[in-house]
């Protein structure tokens, strides 16, 4: 079955910098889209980034320029470098597959940017 582990959320100053992972398994992770969302506490889950499987990348307008999107297929992995991080960014980090029509989602990861 499809399976996907987030890990790397931590607290972090602001201005500080993460790379959250997220481990697939159960599909064929090389074929898929994989993308990054977030929740803060009280509010609706966001879009954060996207991967196709041919590497291009999408960002909305909004976090762009702060957040990039990797994936290794050789290791089923998708991640995301955040810099600049502000308090702002606090939130569940969640990792995403759409395989065969089912949205597939982590258990997430908790960053907190605070001093």
């Known amino acids: 079955q499809v399976q996907l582990v987030e890990s790397g959320g931590d607290l972090v100053q602001p201005g500080g910098s993460l790379r959250l992972s997220c481990a697939a398994s159960?599909?064929?992770?090389?074929?898929?889209?994989m993308s990054w969302y977030r929740q803060a506490p009280g509010e609706e889950r966001q879009w954060v980034a996207s991967i196709f499987s041919d590497g291009t990348k999408s960002y909305p307008e909004a976090m762009q320029g702060r957040f990039t999107i990797s994936r290794d297929n050789a290791e089923n992995r998708v991640f995301l470098l955040m810099i600049s991080l502000k308090p702002e960014d606090t939130a569940v980090y969640y990792c995403?597959?759409?395989?065969?029509?089912?949205?597939?989602w982590g258990q997430g990861t908790q960053v907190t940017v605070s001093s």
């Open positions: 995403k597959a759409y395989v065969r029509g089912t949205a597939y």
């Open positions: 159960g599909f064929t992770f090389s074929s898929y889209t």
